[in-house]
């Protein structure tokens, strides 16, 4: 697939004339240090990916392009387009053999995790992956505690099946601390979830 | 990530003022089934999946979001966007707990395989992969011989490597046919590559 690479850095070209047109901002959510859990993620993967310690990527959004401008000598510009829905989980790759396959979610709940952050597509991918012997797992920020969690795949599914006969609608900390494994976030990596793997999962 | 869904299906919006702009369309041009050699390799990993015998997904197309509309009442419109250079290749999943990794390519021609099919990029990533253990390859397919290859990407790097020194732009069948494996095409699955993953790489 060649495609020409077009570059969006510095423009902000929202038409006045267009109501509820939004430029993508970044968020700046996670703590007090301007950063996005996304973010710290990703820069946590980056360094996994230059200290050669895995290959972990974040699955580019799918979305489903309708009409494409070819203006001449410029990059091609995506005129319309839609978001389409996931059929997999965000993050995945290879660590010392393994496939590891996780998505990573945030609330400001302080005292469990909402079930409706969850899609019954991840689900279904977590439990495809766990039949082949991946190592699945989500990563929880609880952004109004400061604290991040490793949850085991199969907890989240297993909460997940008890949410579908209505008995449950989140996923009380309690468990998530009992069940899970809280980590210690640092500077580099920003959130060393291989740490958790090497010494619980693996 | 929560975006609003939105469905392409039976637009087709060109609008007439606006020259060069293209409608997408899917390519007809592997072999005289009226399938592209994509579409048979996805039709292959939704066999895999549907089977249980691996999960094995296409990474979306990075792009970049640069304006997105909200109108009432309907899906989120993406107005402006740009294609993105990917930073990994295009298929990856599980299967039997090793990663796999691969990426797909297609040429018209008889005699070799033209290594400015790869990127810099990609060879990049299978190099990552590789040290971290992953089966890592590329199907090629020539389209006017209808042959399909697996070929291990130690020897597409290899290749790559000689091709920086200058002393060779493509890769020949006949390096092809003995460092490699031929893949027999099937109804279902149409590229059934994990059987030779099986009986050499695995």
Not at 4 to 33: Q, S, V, W
Not at 58 to 86: G, L
Not at 169 to 192: D, F, M, Q
């Amino acid at each position: 697939m060649n495609y020409p690479i077009g570059t969006a850095a510095g423009r902000f070209t929202g038409d006045p004339r267009k109501k509820n047109t939004r430029i993508l901002k970044k968020k700046t959510e996670f703590g007090n240090r301007g950063m996005s859990f996304e973010e710290d993620i990703n820069q946590t993967n980056q360094y996994y990916l230059a200290k050669s310690i895995a290959v972990i990527h974040k699955k580019p959004t799918p979305i489903q392009v309708v009409s494409v401008d070819y203006p001449k000598r410029s990059a091609a510009v995506i005129t319309e387009a839609y978001y389409k829905e996931a059929s997999t989980t965000d993050y995945n790759g290879v660590y010392q053999g393994r496939y590891i396959d996780f998505e990573a979610k945030e609330t400001k709940n302080t005292t469990s995790f909402p079930l409706r952050n969850f899609h019954q597509h991840q689900i279904d991918h977590m439990k495809q992956c766990l039949s082949q012997n991946g190592v699945v797992f989500v990563l929880l920020w609880f952004s109004s505690l400061k604290r991040c969690f490793l949850l085991p795949a199969e907890d989240v599914i297993d909460c997940w099946d008890k949410h579908l006969q209505n008995s449950r609608k989140s996923i009380p900390l309690t468990l998530i601390e009992s069940a899970g494994y809280e980590i210690s976030l640092g500077i580099a990596p920003r959130i060393p979830y291989l740490a958790v793997l090497d010494e619980h999962m693996l």
